[in-house]
């Protein structure tokens, strides 16, 4: 009997509910093929918008430059760029791979792009003839003056200062210099400067401090620092009066609380614009005693149903979220079991089949209760940890 392409086999074995499904429909050739089977994210651009919105109230109209750093935090750095591109609140992209910058300005983005990561002299020149911003904290003076001659136009630049965070950027005790040097030579514009402060209130106080006493040093000598920015997301909730001229929030925008209780604080409504699912692709029973998971990690206490879904640690659920970690059936919370593997989550049904294979299973979305932030909060994980590690393989479905 020939079969058609939509055709359900099934097959019940041992108590066990199985059925093989072949691909529903194939996406454009902008999202790749997959099967109804692999999980997606889905993009809410509606939300990102209305986030933007929300900061742009929150901070009196200042402009934004956005941080879609590391796959713009799960959502896709193109689909990102895209969206913010065309809102006007939004004063640039912010980047921290040479790569992603010339991704974006492959992919048609017309927005100042800052490059905060990373590049030699050969990067560098690259980085200005794409009309990419770099952010500077060395004397490359020189290179950038090399380059502007050969583009036959000043180079634009944003000055990172380390005020006590570590990681990159001039120390402020030695930043006066290095900015008087740059602002001296005519083939160089400093845009902007800026600093990132380390979430610690009270040390933030005194990171703070050192920016202004630069800016005021500078200023006495008549050189300009630019548009000053420091605040990310985080501290558009801790930190108002580091807004400056300029704030530099990523998560806020994707619709993300950085830290638990700023949810409480009723400063800006954000809205999670992206979510992670997939389908439940094997149901069963299982019978008092017996396991499931390396290890024998989970041994049933009683009889009870089963549903395996086909995503794992791999597509960036986290590996500890069987410790109180669940996934959404049918707008039921199921406890996940054992420990998540690479590819596949088991969950916890119950003594009825309430889930059946087919059935959408949702990891984290836009629902109250079912927020990325609750998601990790019941896996042990940070919000940070659980959306910028999903896999940037994986489909991304725009819905509204």
């Given at each position: 009997m020939k079969i058609s392409r939509r055709s359900l086999f099934s097959n019940t074995l041992a108590g066990a509910a199985m059925t093989f499904v072949t691909p529903a429909r194939t996406v454009s050739a902008s999202e790749g093929s997959y099967s109804t089977f692999d999980p997606w994210v889905e993009i809410r651009p509606d939300h990102v918008r209305h986030n933007v919105a929300q900061v742009r109230d929150q901070v009196d109209g200042r402009p934004i430059l956005a941080v879609i750093k590391n796959n713009a935090y799960g959502m896709g750095l193109t689909n990102m760029g895209r969206i913010l591109d065309s809102e006007?609140?939004?004063?640039?992209?912010?980047?921290?791979?040479?790569?992603?910058a010339i991704e974006l300005r492959d992919a048609g983005i017309t927005k100042p792009i800052l490059l905060m990561g990373?590049?030699?002299?050969?990067?560098?020149?690259?980085?200005?003839?794409?009309?990419?911003?770099?952010?500077?904290?060395?004397?490359?003076?020189?290179?950038?003056?090399?380059?502007?001659?050969?583009?036959?136009?000043?180079?634009?630049?944003?000055?990172?200062?380390?005020?006590?965070?570590?990681?990159?950027?001039?120390?402020?005790?030695?930043?006066?210099?290095?900015?008087?040097?740059?602002?001296?030579?005519?083939?160089?514009?400093?845009?902007?400067?800026?600093?990132?402060?380390?979430?610690?209130?009270?040390?933030?106080?005194?990171?703070?401090?050192?920016?202004?006493?630069?800016?005021?040093?500078?200023?006495?000598?008549?050189?300009?620092?630019?548009?000053?920015?420091?605040?990310?997301?985080?501290?558009?909730?801790?930190?108002?009066?580091?807004?400056?001229?300029m704030v530099r929030p990523g998560m806020a925008l994707f619709g993300h609380y950085s830290a638990p209780r700023f949810r409480d604080q009723n400063l800006m409504d954000l809205r999670p614009s992206m979510s992670l699912k997939a389908r439940v692709i094997y149901v069963k029973h299982i019978e008092k005693g017996d396991?499931?998971?390396?290890?024998?990690?989970?041994?049933?206490?009683?009889?009870?149903?089963?549903?395996?879904?086909?995503?794992?640690?791999?597509?960036?659920?986290p590996r500890i979220a069987a410790n109180g970690g669940w996934v959404r059936i049918g707008g039921k919370h199921y406890p996940i079991i054992a420990a998540v593997s690479s590819s596949h989550t088991i969950v916890e049904v119950g003594a009825e089949q309430t889930v059946r294979i087919g059935d959408v299973a949702t990891y984290f979305d836009w629902?109250?209760?079912?927020?990325?932030?609750?998601?990790s909060a019941a896996s042990g994980v940070s919000v940070y940890d659980l959306i910028m590690h999903l896999n940037p393989t994986l489909p991304k479905r725009i819905v509204s």
């Open positions: 006007s609140a939004i004063a640039g992209l912010a980047v921290v791979k040479l790569s992603e990373p590049f030699d002299e050969l990067g560098l020149e690259e980085v200005v003839m794409r009309d990419v911003i770099p952010m500077v904290y060395t004397p490359i003076g020189d290179a950038l003056e090399k380059i502007a001659a050969k583009r036959q136009s000043s180079v634009p630049i944003t000055v990172c200062v380390d005020t006590g965070m570590g990681r990159v950027g001039v120390p402020h005790q030695r930043a006066a210099a290095l900015i008087a040097d740059l602002a001296a030579r005519p083939a160089i514009n400093i845009k902007a400067s800026m600093m990132a402060l380390n979430e610690d209130a009270e040390y933030e106080r005194i990171q703070f401090r050192r920016f202004e006493q630069l800016h005021d040093k500078l200023q006495a000598s008549g050189i300009s620092m630019g548009l000053r920015h420091a605040a990310s997301s985080y501290n558009l909730f801790q930190s108002q009066y580091a807004y400056l001229d396991t499931a998971g390396y290890h024998t990690a989970y041994t049933a206490e009683k009889d009870v149903w089963t549903a395996t879904i086909p995503a794992g640690h791999v597509d960036g659920v629902r109250d209760g079912s927020r990325p932030e609750d998601a």
